[in-house]
């Protein structure tokens, strides 16, 4: 349970870093554990993995994250394809509490992500069974998962204390996450070491890279309820530049981490015209998942996730995807995972006339990393996969579809 971060707001020198526990550690938006900040937002257990490294740099509290990889990916079959990429993310982060001025009492916190997914090409890597986005302004991108842009994440939160139980926050980011699904997919628990882009990643989470997002909330306790106004319209092709700011949809979520080993959320929203290639059509989106951490001594968990996402477009056609994905380190240096995932797709094939036919059709990976320790803080990795893919009725994807990856890594946990 690693992944990736480096702090490009602001750095610790020795003689300004102090012991952290001069400084009471709560997450960014309430009285609760640090751990229980994931993605933009959201939520997962208390005892899921922190988001970065921590460090101090006298009233900041510093984190940083970095896992970068390179990737082989092999997709069987005449809607295949080969490929060597690079993937990953860098993330910094930093916050402090204020004790005085106009927001003093309150939390202020800054956020960055980049990715070097761009430099793979505007049409991403093959991935049978995925979709979404486009590489060309003309052609949606199928059986391929597209790059992420290159800066993931730019964003300022604001807390503010109401008593002891309660707090109220603000979230502003171009681009940013809105309150809407699970955990991103690179930052969940059970899943974040899997190189590869869930098939359902535009049921569920494909909204975490959105430029314009506002979010309010409130925390009481072990609940949040959040609501965002942000842009609908999904990223353009052009992957290394900002996009538009249209904040003309609408989300609201509702989170619960009932102990430490949970977290769910359900949440709804409406799309304006997400798609760039259909820019009449709007979405309503519907989530629901929960998260399951748990420890077995200090150097084995496990984390799965089991979620479901609902898009109900404006040409009446509704369209599920169900995810389940587990993660299970059982010894230091070695990770172990899995992902189970079922949509309904209505971009795999067209008709004569080009609409969309809905194909019902799932796929299963499994896949291990071995890790080696280069000193304290980063380790070089090793993995591979194998995904079996499931097409009934369609015949255009050959006999026993399946993808491998091999993959070398870079992370600072």
């Known amino acids: 349970m690693k992944k990736l971060t480096v702090l490009l707001l602001l750095s610790a020198t020795p003689a300004a870093a102090q012991d952290a526990g001069n400084m009471a ?36 509290m510093l984190m940083d994250r970095v896992s970068l990889l390179g990737v082989y990916d092999y997709q069987s079959g005449p809607r295949g394809g080969e490929m060597v990429f690079p993937a990953g993310m860098v993330m910094g982060m930093a916050q402090r509490d204020l004790t005085d001025g106009i927001l003093g009492g309150g939390t202020i916190g800054f956020r960055a992500m980049v990715s070097p997914d761009p430099f793979m090409g505007r049409a991403g890597y093959p991935l049978l069974l995925g979709s979404g986005e486009t590489a060309n302004g003309a052609t949606p991108l199928i059986d391929r998962q597209h790059p992420h842009n290159l800066m993931m994440e730019l964003a300022a939160t604001y807390s503010r204390p109401i008593d002891d139980k309660t707090s109220v926050f603000l979230y502003l980011g171009d681009p940013g996450e809105p309150a809407l699904g699970p955990s991103a997919f690179m930052h969940r628990a059970s899943g974040m070491d899997d190189p590869a882009a869930p098939i359902t990643h535009h049921w569920l989470d494909s909204t975490h890279i959105t430029f314009g997002v506002a979010t309010f909330g409130i925390v009481r306790g072990d609940w949040k309820l959040e609501a965002s106004q942000f842009t609908g319209r999904e990223p353009d092709q052009y992957r290394f530049d900002f996009n538009a700011i249209r904040m003309d949809s609408t989300s609201v979520r509702l989170s619960y981490n009932p102990d430490e080993h949970w977290s769910m959320q359900v949440s709804w929203a409406h799309l304006n015209s997400p798609e760039q290639l259909d820019p009449q059509a709007d979405e309503r989106r519907t989530t629901a998942s929960a998260t399951y951490v748990t420890d077995f001594g200090e150097e084995s968990s496990l984390a799965a996730t089991l979620a479901w996402g609902l898009k109900s477009e404006s040409n009446g056609q509704n369209l599920n995807g169900v995810l389940v994905e587990a993660e299970l380190v059982p010894a230091d240096l070695w990770t172990l ?74 992370i600072a946990d």
């Open 25 to 60: 550690m709560h997450g960014a938006f309430g009285s609760y554990a640090m751990n229980r900040d994931s993605s933009g937002t959201s939520w997962q257990p208390d005892l899921g993995p922190a988001m970065g490294e921590m460090t101090m740099a006298g009233d900041w």
């Open 337 to 410: 995972f899995s992902r189970a995932e079922w949509e309904e797709n209505a971009e795999l094939v067209t008709d004569n006339f080009g609409v969309g036919q809905i194909s019902r059709v799932g796929d299963f990976t499994l896949g291990a990393i071995r890790d080696v320790r280069l000193d304290d803080h980063w380790k070089f990795g090793l993995g591979a996969l194998y995904a079996f893919d499931f097409t009934p009725g369609h015949a255009d994807y050959g006999a026993s579809p399946h993808g491998v990856m091999g993959f070398v890594r870079l």
